[in-house]
């Protein structure tokens, strides 16, 4: 994510983990990049954010507690939020990008 109004981004930040934290949201990162060891990276903040399941990311991202706080976050930052699904590193995921 890039941050271009660093107050917003405070604001749509402390309201986020106020309105996750019932879906038993946890912080695990956020982070500065310091550079891209491969590909191209155009973003220099990570954050990662750990639930429960699927269902409680989709519970919170779709609440209307948090609905309203998108635009917050389109002025706050160009984001892009991606869900994923921990899986064992020893068996490829069904259907993942170059897995049988």
Known sequence: MCISGPENFAEYLAKTR????PYGAELVFLGK?????????DHGIAVIVK????????????????VPLAALRD????????????????????GACGWP
Request: aromatic share 10%; proline share 6%; glycine share 4%.
């Open 51 to 66: 639930f429960p399941s699927v269902g409680h990311i989709d519970a919170w991202f779709d609440s209307d507690a948090y």
């Open 18 to 21: 106020e309105v996750a934290a």
């Open 33 to 41: 990049a310091e550079r891209a060891l491969t590909g191209d990276h």
């Open 75 to 94: 002025q706050a930052a160009d984001a892009r939020m991606t869900s994923y699904e921990v899986v064992r590193l020893t068996t490829p995921p069904a």
